[in-house]
């Protein structure tokens, strides 16, 4: 039969290792005694056979319980895995106290077995002998009895015999009654599965089903009698000392109990036409029609202008609706409303089974409605409008909300005529089982109907047309209650009248065991059209919620004790539709005014002047519009494959349906359970993917719509707002402007003032999917490292079934493995987590990047940025302070995948955008001609992961020269991402006190990205060796940086005591600022903590470049925390102008890094 020996197959396994030792056992048992018996009296080893027989009956324990732990985890395949482990501990420990129970007979009755055997052989006198010769292995009950009161009386634990003996025996056949009982349910699961097979197999495989079944009642009623007859026999003859025919006992309490067991086992395990590979399963399937539309075919249907009924199936041949996607429209593109709709079906008709609705659409010319619209009067209610995430259910809260006045009203239809010789399908909802719900009306009392609420959103364009819209309701007739046409309805509710042929227990079974497709039940046979609703489009949009009224004659009708209905009864119990409806509108992009704050330092008594600029950039919504669109698209093909998969894998199992019932039903119901469990986690992967791609249309729309009203600015507040999550938080531009006061005054003047000197920084929230939360391993670098432990893991195991079996790999992945399901889904996490990581992450890159390109642009000399990217690519350095403890443990995990994954972009120069395009970037600038960065379009790589960032800028033709021929020409310009990191607060002092694991993902951050650093200062150095004038500093003074930062990082590892390490992250800055790269700087919510690095690194600036004196140090840069920009933005995300430290939290900040009196509260960090 095949032993496997896998986890999957352990318990059949185990049954047929035990079926071949109570074969091998007993011959060789048999064999022994043979030779015993005939030496005679010369013989010490007459008990050998009575000790083989007990080890016999331990074969026999461990098989019927691996049968009935086998049967019992079949019957409930929704056991999870840590269920698993605790039925498997069950098992062994049944099995490891029924041995001791044996083991400790053996010992104690050893002597006794003796003493028993040696009378019955070498005794000539022996009295009780039942057969004419010696070759009876077995003593009967009356032989033991006799030995225990007369013969052996004196031996040590004589009385202890019968429990030893007897007791295994019972419980053998208390575990054959278990068995009787669990066939019993597994022989009713086989009968629900034939029956719900439908129309798949024709009668004759179905014939060979029921065969089978009566052939699986058989083996477990005969396994059963045998043991109990055999167990009631012995106790009986025992218990009165009577004896029987050595043969008639031999049948039926030795021979029949050790064949049948094994052998009934054997054949419902064994499968000769399966494992003779000469079974095709699908020549034995009936041919089905068309079930899916198929996507693409526009072939039309033509009605006849009065709504005729469409025909009974799948409309496949109905074209989908060709419009654009919510938010799909470019820049300069018109916009488009799109109607949104919510549909809930109630019907006192009754449903065969499941239904769905399909929705058509018919345009015409205004004014060709005819027909009277009977309104049935509803209470109206004034209520907002519900958004597209509440009709999805997506989670996702929109932050703007429409109001308009609502009406709830419901119309009924008459037959309405439209000019028009084609119906288009623009949607349909998934397939669910309706539920019966009992009414709560006074007038109602008793009874009920069944209602069916869709989660699918059905979409349509608004067209000025004002198009008919045709709601088709299909049910889904259920086999296990009886054809869609049948007219038998029981009398149990709806009370003195007829109610469904389903009852609320019925569905509730159904809905147990049918197979899942989509959000709702799959359809197990062709549907049928149960009733329609029609209405125009200018109805929905002049409503909020409308309850249609299916029209007479377009619904099926029932009829209770042949008692014909009246009119009014038949209007009343019409199939009605609920429909919610929602208007929402595409916007494009347009300028605005940005969040824009100054503050003014002068230094010293001197003429220098210090401004502070902190801006707001339109890169906080236009990047992750623009990397939604490309993102929407990838995950549509992700989700049109899952789908693919889910198909194909239902297609496997109706091909393969019941394979296995002519010879092995527990098999048959083991794969029907695994292809449930398989199909369950098929759909929900399906529905997930669905749900996700809904959210990127959202999330792309809100930032459309936030980038019309102007709202460029996340709040540290919203870090965990799900409709938000792909916005970077508290994203700004800081220049520090360092000049003489004149030319300070304008912005035109500080920017083309070559005496002026311009340090941008780009502040922003750590890189991580804060809305996901960082427990249990689930962020990117934990999520990589599971998922290439399971990858080796099943490398190994594929490799070692491989070389067993000699097989190879199918057509697609095997979802039948738990394994590679769990690999999946860790995969699925670690993509939709570092979409939103790399979101953020990209418009950091790209408003450092281009605030550079405007900064060389715009400086009258300093080209160094041109020619430094153009020949060894942009540096991009973050610098993170983010701590070692605690969730910020797993942002850092999240903010280092989403800097490293940035190696993968490049930038592209376009030097042609029309002049008259104002700038992107500095929106506070007005009709200026400075050049300027004006447009940024991002695009997908040739790569996996790869992005093209596209920057148009306007300039003058002097300008444009500076620019080198390689970037005008289109060259790509790469980028060098680092991380440099070193948590500062009172957490990394936790940290640091608790373990070196606790700082180890530091120390091995910020070694890779030194790693990476030297690299890009190779090329640096030999950019400066072959153009001095490249580089914005000699090489003499980055290679002692270069040595001080390798330093600090080999003694921040070494260190056995953890300290704190902030000069790592102050040189790094100050390094990677020299090489021109751009610079961002982060902590959790970029307020706090980044507020006090960045005015400490702008200090620094004013020391090294601008002579600041060390003497005011100390004083400005508490002038800068306590009346600069960073206080404005801590003020701007929390409406508080205090830093979010407390005291304590204050004093174990390193030095440098603390903010001034008075500036800080209660350390209510948000």
């Known amino acids: 039969n095949g032993v496997t020996f896998s986890a999957s197959a352990f318990y059949n396994d185990m049954t047929s290792v035990c079926v071949v030792l109570v074969f091998l056992l007993s ?43 086998h049967w019992l985890t079949v019957l409930n395949h929704d056991v999870r895995k840590l269920r698993r482990v605790s039925v498997l501990l069950a098992y062994m420990l049944v099995n490891a106290g029924f041995y001791t129970y044996e083991l400790y007979g053996v010992i104690t009755l050893t002597d006794f077995f003796k003493c028993t055997y040696n009378d019955y052989l070498k005794n000539p006198r022996y009295s009780m002998r039942l057969c004419e010769s010696d070759y009876c292995p077995d003593l009967q009950p009356a032989q033991w009895k006799y030995a225990r009161e007369q013969v052996c009386k004196s031996v040590h634990d004589s009385w202890w015999y019968f429990g030893a003996a007897f007791g295994g025996e019972i419980m053998i056949c208390v575990t054959a009654i278990v068995l009787l009982v669990l066939g019993g349910y597994v022989i009713r699961r086989g009968s629900r599965l034939i029956q719900q097979s439908g129309d798949v197999f024709d009668e004759k495989i179905v014939s060979v089903m029921k065969r089978s079944l009566r052939t699986y009642l058989a083996v477990i009623l005969a396994i059963s009698c045998s043991l109990g007859v055999a167990s009631g026999i012995n106790l009986v003859l025992y218990a009165k000392g009577w004896t029987m025919n050595a043969v008639v006992w031999y049948t039926f309490t030795i021979w029949l109990p050790t064949l049948i067991p094994p052998a009934g086992f054997l054949l419902l395990q064994w499968n000769p036409r399966l494992h003779g590979m000469n079974w095709n399963p699908s020549l034995h399937i009936k041919e089905r029609s068309a079930t899916k539309d198929n996507v693409g075919d526009k072939t039309p249907v033509l009605g006849d202008g009065n709504l005729e009924p469409l025909h009974d199936g799948w409309a496949s041949s109905f074209p989908d609706t060709e419009y654009a996607p919510i938010g799909a429209d470019s820049i300069e593109g018109s916009n488009q409303n799109i109607l949104a709709l919510s549909v809930q079906l109630v019907s006192k008709v009754p449903l065969a089974h499941a239904c769905f609705i399909e929705l058509y659409v018919a345009e015409q010319s205004e004014n060709d409605v005819s027909g009277e619209d009977v309104f049935e009067d509803l209470p109206s209610a004034v209520r907002h409008r519900s958004s597209i995430s509440s009709l999805l259910q997506t989670g996702l809260q929109q932050e703007v909300m429409k109001f308009r006045r609502g009406q709830s009203l419901s119309l009924r239809t008459s037959m309405i005529g439209v000019n028009t010789s084609q119906w288009v399908r623009v949607g349909f909802t998934e397939t669910v089982l309706p539920t019966l719900v009992q009414s709560a009306s006074a007038d ?13 959103v059905l979409q349509i364009p608004v067209m000025p047309t004002n198009p008919i819209l045709r709601f088709v309701v299909y049910e889904l007739p259920d086999g296990v209650v009886g054809p869609a046409h049948s007219d038998r309805y029981s009398q149990d ?64 009708r029932y009829m209770l004790n042949n008692v014909m209905e009246s009119p009014s009864s038949a209007a009343a119990d019409a199939p009605h539709l609920r429909i919610k409806s929602m208007t929402v509108s595409t916007r494009t992009l347009k300028e605005n005014n940005g969040f824009y704050v100054t503050k003014s330092f002068q230094l010293a008594e001197g003429n220098e002047m210090v401004v502070e600029d902190m801006t707001e950039s339109v890169f ?71 749900v996700y791609v809904d959210a990127l249309r959202e999330c792309h729309q809100l930032c459309v719509t936030r980038a019309e009203a102007g709202v460029n600015f996340k709040t540290s507040t919203e870090k965990k707002n799900v409709a938000l999550r792909f916005l970077p938080i508290n994203l700004h531009v800081q220049d520090m402007w360092v000049g003489p006061t004149a030319d300070l005054r304008s912005q035109r003047s500080r920017r083309t003032s070559s005496s002026v000197k311009v340090y941008p920084t780009i502040t922003v929230g750590a890189f991580a999917a804060h809305c996901f939360k960082f427990r249990h391993g689930s962020s990117i670098l934990s999520l990589r490292s599971k998922l290439q432990k399971r990858s080796l893991s099943r490398q190994e195991s594929d490799t070692s079934e491989r070389g067993g079996s000699g097989g190879g790999e199918g057509d697609g992945p095997d979802w039948t493995k738990a394994e590679l399901r769990v690999q999946d889904e860790i995969m699925w996490q670690l993509t939709t987590r570092l979409d939103m990581c790399l979101s953020q992450a990209l418009t950091a890159l790209v408003a450092a990047f281009c605030r550079g390109l405007e900064v060389a642009l ?50 592209v120069l376009d030097t042609s955008p029309p002049s008259h395009l104002p700038s992107t970037l500095n929106l506070h600038l007005r009709n200026t001609n400075l050049p300027s960065v004006v447009s940024v379009r991002l695009s997908r790589g040739a790569a996996a992961g790869a992005y093209t960032v596209v920057v148009g800028v306007r300039c003058r033709d002097d300008v444009l020269a500076v620019i080198p021929t390689r970037l005008r020409t289109g060259g790509a310009i790469a980028v060098t991402p680092v991380l440099f990191t070193q948590g500062i607060n009172e957490m990394q002092t936790l940290a640091n006190n608790a373990s070196g694991k606790k700082t180890h993902l530091q120390d091995v951050i910020n070694q890779k990205s030194f790693r990476v650093l030297t690299g890009y200062v190779d090329k640096y150095t030999k950019l400066a060796h072959l153009s001095p004038t490249a580089v914005p500093t000699p090489v003499s003074v980055i290679a002692p940086l270069m040595s001080s930062l390798e330093d600090r990082i080999a003694a921040a590892r070494k260190q056995v005591v953890r300290t704190k390490h902030p000069k790592i992250i102050q040189e790094s800055s100050r390094l990677c600022r020299l090489l021109g790269a751009g610079r961002v700087t982060s902590c959790k919510s970029a307020k706090d903590r980044t507020g006090m690095s960045v005015t400490l690194e702008q200090i620094q600036l004013l020391s090294e470049h601008h002579a600041l004196p060390h003497e005011l140090v100390v004083r400005t840069v508490s002038t800068m925390r306590s009346n600069g920009v960073r206080l404005e933005n801590v003020f701007k995300n929390t409406g508080k102008r205090q830093y979010a430290f407390n005291a304590l939290q204050r004093s174990l900040l390193p030095e440098e890094y603390k903010c001034p009196e008075g500036t800080y509260g209660r350390g209510q960090v948000s």
């Open 620 to 690: 906080t919504n236009e990047i992750p519009r623009q990397y939604l669109e490309l993102l929407r698209t990838e995950r549509t093909e992700d989700l049109a494959r899952a789908t693919a998969e889910l198909a194909s894998f239902e297609a496997k199992c109706k091909s393969g349906l019941m394979a296995g019932l002519y010879d092995n039903l527990i098999d048959q119901i083991q794969g029907e359970n695994d292809q449930t469990v398989v199909h369950k986690w098929l759909v929900e992967r399906v529905h997930r993917y669905r």
């Open 27 to 69: 011959i060789i048992g048999n064999t022994i005694w043979i030779h015993v018996s005939s030496r005679g009296q010369e013989t010490r080893s007459s008990h050998i056979y009575y000790l083989l027989r007990q080890i016999t009956m331990c074969c026999t324990w461990t098989m019927m319980t691996s049968v009935c732990f």
């Open 493 to 556: 509710t709806m009370g003195g009248g007829g109610a469904p042929r389903s009852s609320s227990m019925q569905l509730d079974e159904r809905a147990k065991h049918a197979r899942v497709s989509g959000l709702g039940l799959a359809p197990p046979t062709r549907p049928q059209v149960f009733c329609e609703f029609t209405c125009s489009s200018s109805d929905m949009l002049a409503s909020d919620e409308m309850n249609l009224v299916a029209r007479e004659g377009s619904h099926r």
């Open 444 to 456: 109602e009392v008793g009874t009920a109907a069944q209602v069916a609420t869709f989660l699918s």
């Open 858 to 907: 715009q400086h009258p000399t300093d080209h160094h940025f041109m020619q430094l990217v153009s020949s060894i690519g942009f540096l991009f350095q973050v610098e993170s302070l983010l701590s070692t403890h605690g969730k910020e443990i797993g942002m850092l995990e999240d903010f280092s995948a989403s800097v490293d994954a940035l190696r993968a972009t490049t930038f």
